[in-house]
């Protein structure tokens, strides 16, 4: 007996053990998985990194709302195409009923009342409900191009809130130091104001130009937090993650010819695909409704169980219980008022359609034109701003020398600095405004998804 215990003891201590271990194991890969959780969250949502314009759109697209409704159209197409194409696929019925019999046995719908029946009915030939179908199922490659739109439309608004408010916070630096220049010369001129040097009118002008920055200033500061809340809403960052933009350049799609963008935005353009697979759809379905004319066929069949109740006796020579009936169902159309005016219909929604696409592909080609020249005008003025500001430049840094020779005051020094920086928002603004052409450009394209992937 105490050897026995002595092994029991023993085998009690090495599960323990192996329980312990087992536990130590499992508290390590714990800890492991919790740090890989972190290291990924961090990795996810890097807090003090840059925000780059790739990665705000791609949280964009992710976060959109109307991202979202387009994708749920796109899913209610695709469910009214099976609707209508369901007529074409087996369809089984079965009920039961009751009703109250004078007379030759009979349904409202003409049929022999039943205890119980199963019915079939699947449609083989039916062009107007065939044509119906491939409308239906050609508008859900119309609404694929609807997302598309959206897509490009979500990829413009993201691109143009990034680079403005990256604009935006190089021009609140600029005038920073433009204040700080100004403060300068209304000290001086206060100073020699004092000293009897300045007449009264050159402190009001200084104190104008400090007030104008300020302003400014303010109306920079609103529009920078406006530009963050509206790319915060997009990106679906959180409200305590700072967002850090970095300077962005777009490829210059404007210096290839004219016709080459206009051929790729008829080619590529979303709203266009739209038009045309729109029109198509019309088509098809006044294909189907002409052929109207012609017969249908269906495939039928009807089991009923039939019950004495209804006095089927009283009216038949021989009364069966189970009834089984199956075939098809051919009908000739001899004369169809409905057919006539479905044609009707389809035609002038087809010419409407038509034209439509017809109008859009003139406005498409108009406006890439008008694009190229205004993305062309806005490079051309860019080139202009970065001229003056290096001529600016330069001539600042001669009359830096000119300061530090004593041969220039400190006012006339501070008013060349606020004369390059004030080159320097040029500069900016037409870098903007041409990087925003060029994004419209890119859409009108349909190049737009392809330069951010």
Known sequence: MPQIKRNTRRSHSRLLERMARCLGIGALLLLFA???????????SPVGEPLTLKHAIELALRNSGDMAVARLQQGLAEKSAMISKAEFLPNLYAGSGAAYTNGIPQTPGGSAPSVFDVSYTQQVFNPPLKGQARELQERVRAQKFEVERVRDTVILNTASAYLELGKARHSLELLRKERQSAQRILDVTSERLSEGLELPIEVTKAQLSAARIEKRIL??????????TTLRSMTGLPEDQPIEVSAEELPASAEQPIATLVGQALANNAGLKQAEAERYARELRLKGERGGHLPTLQFVGIYSLLSKFNNYDQFYNKFQRHNINIGVQVQFPIFSAHTIAAVSLATTNLK?????????????????RRQVHLTRELDAGREVARLELQLAQQNLGVLQAQYEEGRLSLRDLEKARLEESDRW?????????RQRAELELLRATGQIAQVFQ
Do not use: I, K
């Not at 919790?34 to 969250?41: C, N, P, R, T, V």
């Not at 109306?219 to 963050?228: M, P, Q």
């Not at 409407?352 to 890439?368: H, I, K, P, T």
């Open 219 to 228: 109306d920079l500061e609103g529009r920078e937090d406006a530009l963050e």
């Open 34 to 44: 919790a740090a890989a959780l972190a290291q990924e969250g961090s990795r996810s």
């Open 425 to 433: 928002m040029d500069f900016l603004n037409a870098g903007f405004e």
């Open 352 to 368: 409407v359609a038509e034209m439509d696409l017809q109008n859009q592909r003139g406005e498409l080609s108009s406006e890439v």
